[in-house]
Nanobody
């Protein structure tokens, strides 16, 4: 089960940190990702944490501004978002791909999704 929190409204240039409480997954065998879906657009993957937690990668649109991390003791995934832009406005989702597979950007590869949290940048 995945439950996101931390969304909200912020001015351009501001920061937010999203959280995703995860249960039933182990970091050593699960790829965790953050996706977002803006109005009228397809859902896109923006940040990924590979199994084991040592390797990350980001979409070009967020590189240098967003950071994905996890706290294994709290079973929580985070997305720190800095220098937010109006084009970052979207519903943000965390997703899990268990089984030891590496991360991909394909939505169909992820078996579990959170309910989403709205981020609005004005």
């Amino acid at each position: 089960q995945l439950v996101e929190s931390g969304g909200g409204s912020v001015q351009a240039g501001g920061s937010l940190r999203l959280s995703c409480a995860a249960s039933g997954f182990t970091s050593f065998s699960t790829c965790m990702g953050w996706f977002r879906q803006a109005p009228g657009k397809e859902r896109e993957g923006i940040a990924f944490l590979h199994p084991g937690g040592g390797l990350t990668h980001y979409a070009g649109s967020v590189t240098g501004r967003f950071t994905i991390s996890q706290d294994n003791a709290k079973n929580t995934l985070y997305l720190r978002m800095n220098s937010l832009k109006p084009e970052d406005t979207a519903v943000y989702y965390c997703a899990a791909r268990p089984g030891g597979y590496g991360c991909t950007t394909k939505l169909v590869d992820y078996t579990d999704w959170g309910q989403g949290t709205q981020v609005t940048v004005s």
